[in-house]
T-cell receptor
Framework: AQSVTQLGSHVSVSEGALVLLRCNYS??????LFWYVQYPNQGLQLLLKYTSAATLVKGINGFEAEFKKSETSFHLTKPSAHMSDAAEYFCAVSEASGTYKYIFGTGTRLKVLA | GAVVSQHPSRVICKSGTSVKIECRSLDFQATTMFWYRQFPKKSLMLMATSNEGSKATYEQGVEKDKFLINHASLTLSTLTVTSAHPEDSSFYICSASRAGGTGELFFGEGSRLTVL
């Protein structure tokens, strides 16, 4: 069975500082991995996805994530946080066979301090 | 890009009434649509998977008679909360997959249901 663990339900960084949001997954089959962002009372917006191509994936708004099979991780990073990055971030995994059935992590709320 | 729209974005209803939420894929045909429920400060809980023209597949613990899902066309799925009660108040989000896609789901904006 697949599962996703996001370490840290809340992360605070200063504006301009590095953002690191952690995601570890468990999957018995090759996974697809995703990071989504959610602003209050809105749906989810895709930041980036890993679908078995390059292990370093670049997404929107300066975010990127690296797929590390040996560590079963897919951590999300951004070199310099902006106030507008404050939101809830969800990591998700699905089977690479294309079932589209996502398993979501519990989410990490990012707070950016001025 | 692929756009998924939900309507209404907010709805308030009285206890005992039924509420219908629509999920539309605006610029693509959605082979499969998913309905999620999100509790405050919690993750998304998958409620059911629906394929056009067939019965929805519900996740364990989700009452299919309370949460009726219809996927009548390749661009529209509806979730009807029947005989709503205050505990059904939540944020409901739909998503859709696209034929020939690469595993990515496209999410609606969400619908906040408040049952008085």
């Amino acid at each position: 069975a697949q599962s996703v663990t996001q370490l840290g339900s809340h992360v605070s960084v200063s504006e301009g500082a590095l953002v690191l949001l952690r995601c570890n997954y468990s999957s018995s089959v090759p996974p697809y991995l995703f990071w989504y962002v959610q602003y209050p009372n809105q749906g989810l917006q895709l930041l980036l996805k890993y679908t078995s191509a390059a292990t370093l994936v670049k997404g929107i708004n300066g975010f990127e994530a690296e797929f590390k099979k040996s560590e079963t991780s897919f951590h999300l990073t951004k070199p310099s946080a902006h106030m507008s990055d404050a939101a809830e971030y969800f990591c998700a995994v699905s089977e690479a066979s294309g079932t589209y059935k996502y398993i979501f992590g519990t989410g990490t709320r990012l707070k950016v301090l001025a | 890009g692929a756009v998924v729209s939900q309507h209404p974005s907010r709805v308030i209803c009285k206890s005992g009434t039924s509420v219908k939420i629509e999920c539309r894929s605006l610029d693509f045909q959605a082979t499969t649509m998913f309905w999620y429920r999100q509790f405050p400060k919690k993750s998304l809980m998958l409620m059911a998977t629906s394929n056009e023209g067939s019965k929805a597949t519900y996740e364990q613990g989700v009452e299919k008679d309370k949460f009726l899902i219809n996927h009548a066309s390749l661009t529209l799925s509806t979730l009807t909360v029947t005989s709503a009660h205050p505990e059904d108040s939540s944020f409901y989000i739909c998503s859709a997959s696209r034929a020939g896609g690469t595993g990515e789901l496209f999410f609606g904006e969400g619908s906040r249901l408040t049952v008085l």
